[in-house]
C-alpha cells in the first residue's frame, strides 16, 4: 500500500539558509499535517491543510511557511534557519471526515540539521 | 486544550515477560480517539493500536492490549510477551475525531527489552 513519502531525507544547511521539505501524503487523503521533533521530545505539531488551505496551526515560527497544492502534496518552507531549527520533521496524512478511525499515518521523516 | 502525560521516561523489561506503559490524558470532550504510536529507532511512527473512546471494550492486537479508563482518563498499553523488536520510543496520542488538530503527543516512554 502506498505511504507517506517526504523529501528529502536528509538535509544540512547553515545558519540563515533556507529549506524546503516536500510531503506527498497517501492517495485519496485530504490533509497533511506537520510534526517537528526535536532529539529526545515528543512530536509538536506545526501546520495542517485540509483541502489546500490551512486548517490549523500549532507552534509553527513565523520563520516558516508552509503551503498545500492542488495535487495535494505539501511543502514546509523553512528560512533564516537557527542552530535550533535541527529536528526531524515529519509529515502526516489522514482522511478528515474518517471518523471510525481518527488515526495519521506518518512518513519516515526528514532529519533537518543546521550548522 | 488536551494534554496526554506519560510519566515513565524509560521501561524496561526481560524478553518474553510483560510490561505496560502508562498514559493519563485531559479532555473535556467526549467523543475522541486514544493512540499508542511505536517509534523504533528507523524512527518512522507507527501506529500499534488505537481505542475509540465511545468504545467500552478495551482495543487488542496481537500481544498488544490497552486498558482504557474513560472516567480517570486513562489509557495504558500492556504489551505481552515481548520480544527484542518491541524496543523503541512508545508515544500516547490523542485526537479530538474532528480532524483539524492532529494528534496531541505524550513525551514517549523509553521502552528496553533485555535479552
Known amino acids: 500500500a502506498a505511504g507517506v513519502i517526504q523529501s528529502p531525507r536528509h538535509l544540512i544547511k547553515e545558519k540563515r539558509e533556507t529549506a524546503t521539505l516536500k510531503c506527498y501524503p497517501i492517495p485519496r487523503h485530504d490533509t497533511v499535517y506537520w510534526y517537528q521533533q526535536g532529539p529526545g521530545q515528543d512530536p509538536q505539531f506545526l501546520i495542517s491543510?485540509?483541502?489546500?488551505?490551512?486548517?490549523d496551526k500549532g507552534s509553527i515560527p513565523d520563520r516558516f511557511s508552509a503551503q498545500q497544492f492542488s495535487d495535494y502534496h505539501s511543502e514546509l518552507n523553512m528560512s533564516s534557519l537557527e542552530l535550533g531549527d535541527s529536528a526531524l520533521y515529519f509529515c502526516a496524512s489522514a482522511q478528515r471526515w474518517r471518523k471510525n478511525t481518527g488515526e495519521l499515518f506518518f512518513g519516515e521523516g526528514s532529519r533537518l540539521t543546521v550548522l | 486544550a488536551q494534554t496526554v502525560t506519560q510519566s515513565q521516561p524509560e521501561m524496561s523489561v526481560q524478553e518474553a515477560e510483560t510490561v505496560t506503559l502508562s498514559c493519563t490524558y485531559d479532555?473535556?470532550?467526549?467523543?475522541?480517539?486514544l493512540f499508542w504510536y511505536k517509534q523504533p529507532p528507523s524512527r518512522q511512527m507507527i501506529l500499534v493500536i488505537r481505542?475509540?473512546?465511545?468504545?467500552?471494550q478495551n482495543a487488542t492486537e496481537n500481544r498488544f492490549s490497552v486498558n482504557f479508563q474513560k472516567a480517570a482518563k486513562s489509557f495504558s498499553l500492556k504489551i505481552s510477551d515481548s520480544q527484542l523488536g518491541d524496543a523503541a520510543m512508545y508515544f500516547c496520542a490523542y485526537n479530538s475525531g474532528g480532524g483539524a488538530d492532529g494528534l496531541t503527543f505524550g513525551k514517549g516512554t523509553h521502552l528496553i527489552i533485555q535479552p
Open positions: 479532555t473535556s470532550e467526549s467523543d475522541y480517539y
Open positions: 481505542q475509540e473512546a465511545y468504545k467500552q
Open positions: 491543510f485540509y483541502e489546500k488551505m490551512q486548517s
